[in-house]
């Protein structure tokens, strides 16, 4: 099956500044307020980093490489299960709207995951995206100070 088929792609107009949303997605500290805490996190190609997460019942650990960075603009990273075939890639692009910022994302390579472990089916994903990307990143930002 080809990587990017049945790709996750959510674009969402933020209301804060890109580099407010910038900080967001790419520090460490910044990150774990609103989406994991990913200690190892660094906003380099080539860095590795991992985290657990999935549901309460059966954790996943998380293991991740950045493989593209362009600061304030794109930040990708590969996203893999220890233990489980498969790996996909998450990509977040942003686009300068004045006091406003769009965000993309695209998350590809989920059909290479393990179709009999339903806690890998796409849906699950689109869900945690949808909630990850239009509820808590937004009522992050609504926080910060500006």
Known sequence: ??????PIELEKLLDAPIDIVWRAI???????????????FEARVGALFEFSGGPP??????????LEVVPGKVLAYSWRYDGY?????LRFELFDKGEKTLLRLSHTGIPTFPADNPDFAIGNFAMGWDAIINTELPKF??????
């Open 1 to 6: 099956m080809s990587q990017d088929a049945n």
């Open 141 to 146: 930002l609504a926080t910060c100070v500006r």
């Open 26 to 40: 790419a520090e460490r500290d910044v990150m774990k307020q609103w989406y994991f805490d990913v200690p190892a």
């Open 85 to 89: 075939a498969g790996n996909s890639r």
């Open 57 to 66: 019942e059966r954790q996943y650990r998380h293991l991740c490489e950045v």
